[in-house]
């Protein structure tokens, strides 16, 4: 029998050499980034936070850095990124809502309407009241939803009521120019509801204006008062400014109240070289407030109204579902592509339009609920690999104490996204590290990381009554990177359970995130 013959290859000692400098190298540079992240997520600041993070290369899902990966997070805003990919399978990037307004009873030759107009509400988030020139939804890097959380907030260009303008242009081109009866809104498409974050509260079919009122103020010389303007103008709103201007470099202190259905205060001081603010006052009747725009917009366009204005809603007036669905039509209006809507609430973090998103899950599947809608969430992110089991929601836009995720199911649904036809659209969503969104300033022009990753934010803080300081209940980004190799990425990336002094610390915190971002971006 030949007994085996062994080989010493003089290649062994030169392969084990390189197997273990390689390990030493990988050992380094995690070592190295782990020290890094550390003088970040050690600070001071962060005694009482925790942090959870989860970083996988694209296309093989292969993990390369992770800390608390699968336990639960608060995920902020970054829980759009869930509800706006359901919504982009369920209607599809090139959805648009189509506005109808329809009229019952006879229509004389003379032009004279007898019988009532009826707009029936689509669902529609921004009713053409963004729509630029070129068929985009405008937005500005701070939504004037969230113009009474700061100071930095800015209305878009586009006219708020073009969309209304439109429709009755078109009425009036139907050869309606009198209606006798009344003009009403049909909002039944869905259960009205309540959304989660700041910003307008009440989840409707109809929306004009995010079912604002806009209220600029703008400084005057040193203890003038202040001038105002806001839109959108009707009968039955008004405005009472009563702001100070003070001296230059002076603290601005801007409250605004609706103290009657209508009736908004403006109060406060505003330095005399301040930059005009915005302020917000939400309606407190979403389909009252679109009749009386409507019934104004009509008579500029030459339809003559003879119900008032102010009236109100009157629902109880409105034929059933059915029988409005078989009346003729007057005029449509046609949304931009809903790829264009996504960009909008991923941007801006935009909360009552996300929050909507799930409802329109549901009415889709001849639903009514947001507990239907969020089901059939779930439903969506089961089929696309994501462990609905490791998270949960309980809302569209993130601020519900429902909601909490994972680091891992987070990256889960990022990969998924990529695998689909429609990721362009998800990814041109996304605010850009440094350019633009809620992702403008959290690093400087000169970053590295700047324009390299694309990813949605999250903030969510409560007021700590002892001291008048805050908590921040979370602080998020999550998207994808593309590294200074080149090499893509997506992340997810948490903070929870810090203390605040002021809202304002919120933006440091922003940047804390930025800053582990370049470190992300420059490791591999």
Known sequence: MMSALKFASPLLPLLGVLLFGLTVSRAAVAGDLDARLAEVIDAPEYKSAH?????????????????????????????????????LDALGADYRFETRVVYSGPLALSGKLHGDLILIASGDLTLGGRTT???????????????????????????????????????????????????????????????????????????????VVDVVVTPAAEGQMATMTYRPQAPGISVESIVETTAAGSETAIDIEMIAPGRIVVRGKIPANSRPIV????????AAFARCLFIEALRRAGVAVEAAATAGNDSAALPSREQVAGLPVAAKFMSPPFAEEARLILKVSHNLHASILPILLAVKQGRRSLSDGMRLEGEFLARAGVD??????????????????????????????????????????????GVDG????SVG????????????????????????????????????????????????????????KTSDETKRVGRSLGQICEILHDAW
């Open 279 to 286: 302020r917000v006052a939400e309606v407190d009747d979403a």
């Open 438 to 441: 809620t992702l403008a300033e």
């Open 445 to 500: 022009p000169e970053s590295p990381a700047r324009g390299k990753i694309q990813a949605k934010t999250g903030t969510y803080y409560w007021e700590n009554l002892l001291d008048g300081r805050l908590l921040l209940v979370s602080k998020a980004l999550a998207g994808y990177m593309t590294t200074a190799s080149g090499r893509k990425l997506a992340f997810a990336l948490f903070v929870n359970n810090a203390h605040l």
């Open 133 to 211: 020139s070129a068929g985009e939804i405008a937005f500005k890097d701070t939504d004037h939803t969230y113009a009474n959380g700061g100071l930095d907030a800015q209305m878009t260009e586009p006219d708020p009521l073009a969309g209304l303008d439109e429709l009755a242009r078109q009425v009036r081109a139907s050869g309606i120019s009198l209606v006798s009866g009344n003009v009403l809104i049909d909002d039944r498409l869905f259960d009205h509801e309540m959304g989660t974050g700041s910003g307008p509260s009440t989840l409707t079919p109809i929306i004009v204006n995010d079912n």
């Open 51 to 87: 942090w959870g993070l989860l970083v996988a290369d694209l296309a093989s899902g292969e993990v390369l850095h992770e800390f608390h990966g699968d336990k639960l997070f608060a995920p902020a805003s970054t829980t759009k990124l869930y509800s706006v990919a359901a919504a």
């Open 388 to 433: 609905v089991q490791a998270i949960s929601f309980g809302s569209g836009a993130g601020g519900s104490r429902g909601d909490c995720i994972t680091p891992r199911a987070t990256v889960q649904l990022l990969r998924a996204m990529a695998q689909r036809p429609d990721f362009d659209v998800y990814l041109r969503a996304m605010p850009v590290l």
